[in-house]
């Protein structure tokens, strides 16, 4: 079981319901955070470092969160 924060499962959710959809740091930080404005993009890059190692914890080859370089992250379901 993961023990994901509130802002991890609300990135994590969003993902997961788009599989192979890219979201840039700003759609992300505009559909998961509460209060985006007073958030700074890189807290994205924070969180889904944080989810990936919590992923890794449960299954070492498990790595669906893709960063798309210059675009964004994406959740990928057969990585």
């Known amino acids: 079981m993961l023990d994901l924060s509130r802002y ?6 969003l993902l997961m319901s ?3 959809r890219i ?11 509460e209060e985006p404005e007073r958030s700074f993009d890189r807290t994205v890059d924070t ?3 944080t989810l990936r190692r919590k992923i890794r914890d449960i299954s070492k080859n498990c790595d669906p969160l893709k960063t798309r370089r ?3 992250y994406s959740f990928e379901a057969d990585a």
């Not at 991890?8 to 959710?13: C, G, M, S």
């Open 70 to 72: 210059g675009l964004g």
């Open 8 to 13: 991890e499962y609300r990135l994590l959710l």
């Open 47 to 49: 969180h889904i470092k």
């Open 23 to 33: 979201y840039s740091r700003e759609q992300l930080m505009q559909q998961v955070w």
């Open 18 to 20: 788009h599989p192979g």
